[in-house]
């Protein structure tokens, strides 16, 4: 918005007056505001753009703005605020902020709609000297690139009224025709100045609607100040508005042919609110309505527009606007805080709740709240499919031009094809060196899908890394076609995508109460690990699945087992632990804790046992087994035997080349209470031991300050076999050798 003016100003590009607009940089929002109300006193046309935390500073400015009767229009691209965690993203919490300040407050629902609405607003406050505030959802509509129809400069003059202006110019302080503002005032007109402004409210409403019904005639873009899309005889509708609204909208048209009557009305102007207006938009047939606020109102009896809603059905009933038979349900939701998606199967929930016997009401969705149950729940699979419609979704680092290059790719369809075009960028928090995702749709028929791609015929990942670390094809449509930016061939890149197979390694770990790992040749390792217990196999698991995300190189499970039933010998023949060389390394594990440790480093027993205990046992008299895991990196493995590095590698690429067993304290030391989730959603629950859990009565006891990894490598490993709770068994591991269905592909780096 701003940049694009400052573009405008520097290239010298003029209004429609023939000037070059001043664009001005204030080091604060705060500044901005007092610029803005100094400016507006002399007689000057001005706009701002804010947002978020910046718009809270201008709220005190605002206040006077709109005391004064002062034409103006502020621009917002609607994001979060600042309460229990920083966001950067979109909802209308902001704006929500400001609705008592006395701005007359319209939204846009789409790109389309901020350009047509901005002209509205523009004319409408030199009409009726009421300043608006015009906002949108940030982000997703504010930083959407889409095709759209550019108001003329023609059109811009004749919605503009000159004589409004010069009025603006006659109102203006000047020195040559004195007048006082802003003085104090006590009880005897203070009530009275602000009654006072009453008449201008009054009729804002109705200026609003008859400047939307002329940029119609203009354009052929007809809006209304309350429009209602939908079955005439609806029973069910869902009041909204910004850019959700259009996604409900899409749904309903779905609903409705296959034999529902719902409908949406979508709201532009929440302030000043028009009882009669809004009440006239609703069919009469409604039995039940949803309204959907995307902001959180703590403490209140609902949501902004709940509140507003309820009131205005029960004023028009009152008033005879509505006749006293119309009293439909009414129901609040609030939905997509901090730029949550909100996607058609959300909708679709929203219609699903509305429609049962007892439908919830102040509910979320998208999100599931375990803590209030709050949430409502809803079919991910339902997709609104337009066949007419090409995706396509690109996963990028960003600053590596990912995101610059799609920008291009979709000016270029929407400008030089007949294609409408839409593209969204996703950032995380950390913009420059952080995720990005492009999604973009490009078709025959203007594009309303203001959420994210879920469906793509085109997927393309230009980071590697990212394959162990995000669902990168969940978002891919069947038999879509996907482009992995690799530095492997295609021979060899699946030798390097471990997250699925691990997986699998996973569930089959999950079925067992024990793991029994057997040594071949001349390592005699003979263990049996005891594994925790799980509650609720479908939300819990015991073995972490090591992506990106967890440590690097990728390529193990591993998990925190438990001491009692743990029993059994760990050898190794040669291995290397933090640069220190070990010969046929020996440890004795009962109930979990070392009760016997040898090597043969030295003639003298005596020093291979002082050797052992000032390096691995840390000079403890004694240690638990902190960590089990099975190394899935096969290609580091086989990288080592044919090099033979194996005395070089740092113990994050050792650790990866067969079972591994630790020595010391858990591998969720000091964080056992953190929640931990695998990519597939479940919850890790095997964080803790009989030992590390002692912190909560004496954390000296718990913790050993050491995490020694022993790896027993491929070469030397006979058998890991799951023992299940019936005694049966799977085997996962034979002769150094993956046999479980779905890991074979581990193999392929040994045989080469």
């Given amino acids: 918005m701003a940049e694009s003016c400052e573009e405008w100003a520097v290239k010298g590009k003029k209004n429609v007056w023939g000037f070059t607009p001043s664009i001005s940089q204030l080091q604060s929002e705060g500044g901005v505001a007092g610029a803005v109300h100094g400016a507006l006193q002399t007689g000057t046309l001005m706009t701002t753009f804010t ?3 910046g718009l809270l500073l201008m709220i005190p400015n605002m206040y006077k703005i709109s005391g004064e009767l002062t034409s103006f229009v502020m621009h917002v691209s609607a994001r979060a605020l600042a309460s229990h965690g920083l966001s950067i993203f979109g909802d209308q919490t902001d704006v929500m902020a400001c609705r008592q300040t006395g701005f007359a407050m319209i939204c846009s629902n789409s790109a389309q709609e901020a350009h047509d609405m901005a002209l509205v607003c523009h004319a409408a406050t030199l009409l009726s000297r009421v300043p608006f505030m015009h906002f949108f959802d940030g982000f997703r509509t504010s930083h959407e690139i889409n095709t759209y129809d550019m108001i003329s400069d023609d059109i811009v003059k004749e919605m503009l009224p000159y004589e409004k202006i010069l009025e603006i110019r006659e109102r203006s302080l000047n020195p040559e025709k004195p007048f006082i503002r802003g003085t104090a005032q006590n009880p005897d007109v203070y009530f009275q100045s602000w009654e006072a402004r009453n008449p201008y409210y009054a009729k804002c409403a109705e200026i609003v609607a008859e400047q939307m019904e002329k940029l119609g005639k203009l354009t052929g873009r007809t809006y209304k100040p309350y429009e209602y899309v939908g079955a005439p005889d609806a029973e069910e509708i869902v009041v909204m508005m910004g850019s959700g609204a259009e996604t409900t909208e899409e749904v309903a048209k779905v609903l409705n042919a296959s034999g529902k009557k719902v409908g949406v009305l979508k709201i532009r102007m929440f302030r ?7 009440a006239k938009a609703i069919p009469q047939s409604v039995k039940k309505i949803t309204v959907l606020d995307r902001t959180k109102e703590l403490g209140a009896m609902g949501e902004p527009l709940y509140e507003e809603v309820s009131a205005s059905v029960a004023e028009a009933r009152n008033s005879g606007i509505l006749p006293r038979s119309f009293d439909p349900i009414i129901i609040g939701g609030r939905y997509a805080l901090g730029s949550k998606d909100y996607t058609p199967a959300m909708a679709k929930g929203v219609f699903d709740n509305m429609a049962s016997d007892k439908p919830k009401n102040h509910f979320s969705v998208g999100i599931i709240d375990d803590v209030t149950n709050a949430s409502i729940s809803y079919d991910e699979s339902f997709k609104l499919e337009d066949k007419s419609v090409l995706s396509a979704v690109f996963f990028g680092l960003g600053s590596d031009g990912t995101v610059g290059a799609n920008k291009n790719t979709i000016k270029i369809i929407g400008h030089e094809t007949p294609n409408y075009a839409q593209a969204y960028f996703v950032y995380d928090s950390k913009k420059s060196g952080g995720i990005t995702v492009s999604h973009l749709r490009f078709g025959p028929n203007p594009i309303k899908a203001p959420y994210l791609v879920n469906n793509a015929q085109f997927v393309g990942c230009h980071q590697f890394s990212f394959m162990e670390k995000y669902n990168v094809l969940g978002c891919a449509d069947k038999g879509a076609v996907f482009l992995l930016n690799s530095i492997y061939d295609a021979k060899n890149v699946w030798n390097h995508l471990n997250k699925t197979v691990q997986q699998t390694i996973i569930d089959t770990l999950d079925q067992g109460v024990k ?24 939300k819990e698991t015991i073995f972490e699945n090591c992506v990106a995300d967890c440590n690097i190189p990728v390529g193990e499970v591993f998990t925190s087992p438990k001491l009692e039933g743990t029993n059994g010998v760990l050898e190794v023949t040669e291995t290397f632990l933090a640069g220190l060389y070990y010969k046929d390394l020996r440890v004795v594990f009962r109930d979990g804790m070392v009760t016997e440790y040898h090597c043969s480093n030295f003639d003298s027993e005596e020093k291979n046992l002082e050797y052992l205990k000032e390096t691995i046992m840390n000079r403890h008299e004694s240690l638990p087994i902190g960590e089990f895991a099975i190394g899935t990196n096969t290609t580091a493995y086989a990288v080592s ?7 070089q590698l740092p113990v994050l690429i050792a650790e990866k080349m067969g079972p591994h067993f630790a020595v010391g304290d858990t591998c969720y030391s000091w964080g056992e209470d953190c929640p931990l989730y695998n990519p597939d959603g479940k919850e890790i629950i095997a964080r803790d031991n009989e030992v590390s859990i002692l912190r909560k009565e004496d954390v000296s006891k718990a913790y050993f300050g050491c995490h020694t990894d022993i790896t027993v490598p491929y070469k030397e490993l006979g058998a890991v076999r799951v023992i299940k ?17 779905g890991t074979e592909e581990l193999n392929e780096p040994l045989d080469e």
Avoid at 272 to 278: L, Q
Avoid at 641 to 647: F, P, V
Avoid at 725 to 741: H, K, M, Q, T, W
Wanted: avoid cysteine; charged fraction near 20%; aromatic fraction near 6%.
């Fill in 515 to 538: 793991v029994h790992v057997l040594g071949r040749g001349a390592n005699h390792t003979d263990i049996t690990v005891a594994l925790h217990e799980l509650k609720d196999p479908a």
């Fill in 51 to 53: 947002a978020s935390q």
């Fill in 272 to 278: 000043p609110f028009s009882v009669e207006m809004f």
């Fill in 641 to 647: 035997e044919k090099y033979g590095i194996g005395d």
């Fill in 725 to 741: 709770a019936d005694g049966s068994e799977i085997s996962i591991i034979e002769n150094g050798r993956f046999v479980l269905p």
